[in-house]
């Protein structure tokens, strides 16, 4: 019970979260434009599949954005970076990432398991 704790009601953490993305989003700011557009589309599409209390979803975008900060200094285009496939570059993005598919895996494989080995 204590994470659940640690993650949903713990305040300063909440905080110090909320200040972490605003910081995060003003760096966005500062991207060219299709880094930006980009930028916004990942984040819509990474935070359909966030499980419990997001916190991973930060250090993932703190990720992205050193990522695509360093390719704009370069003069890269933003689809150099993320190829054309950019779902599948978001999905390699979230494999460290706590997911609800995870957490869909997870409890599919404990009702089977608790299912079949009750009946052996």
Same mark, same amino acid.
């Not at 019970?1 to 909440?14: A, H, L």
């Not at 909320?18 to 434009?33: C, G, H, M, N, T």
């Not at 930006?36 to 990942?42: D, G, L, N, P, R």
């Given at each position: $019970?204590?994470?659940?704790?640690?993650?949903?009601?713990?305040? &300063?953490? $909440? /905080?110090? !979260?909320? =200040?972490?993305? =605003?910081?995060?989003?003003? +760096?966005?700011? !500062? %991207?060219?434009?299709?880094?930006?557009? /980009?930028?916004?589309?990942?984040?819509?599409? $990474?935070?359909m599949f966030v499980s419990g209390a997001g916190y991973d979803m930060?250090?993932?975008?703190?990720?992205? $954005?050193?990522?695509f900060e360093e390719s704009a200094a370069e003069g890269k285009s933003v689809l150099e970076v993320?190829?054309?496939?950019?779902?599948?570059?978001?999905?390699?993005?979230?494999?460290?990432?706590?997911?609800?598919?995870?957490?869909? +895996?997870? +409890? %599919?494989? =404990?009702?089977?398991?608790?299912?079949?080995?009750? &009946?052996?």
């Amino acid at each position: $019970m204590k994470p659940f704790f640690d993650d949903y009601f713990n305040i &300063s953490k $909440m /905080v110090k !979260s909320k =200040r972490k993305y =605003r910081q995060q989003i003003a +760096r966005v700011k !500062s %991207l060219p434009e299709e880094y930006q557009y /980009v930028f916004k589309e990942i984040q819509s599409y $990474m935070w359909m599949f966030v499980s419990g209390a997001g916190y991973d979803m930060l250090e993932v975008q703190e990720g992205l $954005m050193e990522l695509f900060e360093e390719s704009a200094a370069e003069g890269k285009s933003v689809l150099e970076v993320t190829g054309e496939d950019v779902a599948t570059f978001v999905d390699e993005l979230l494999k460290n990432a706590r997911t609800y598919t995870d957490d869909w +895996r997870n +409890r %599919l494989n =404990r009702k089977v398991k608790n299912k079949i080995c009750k &009946s052996v």
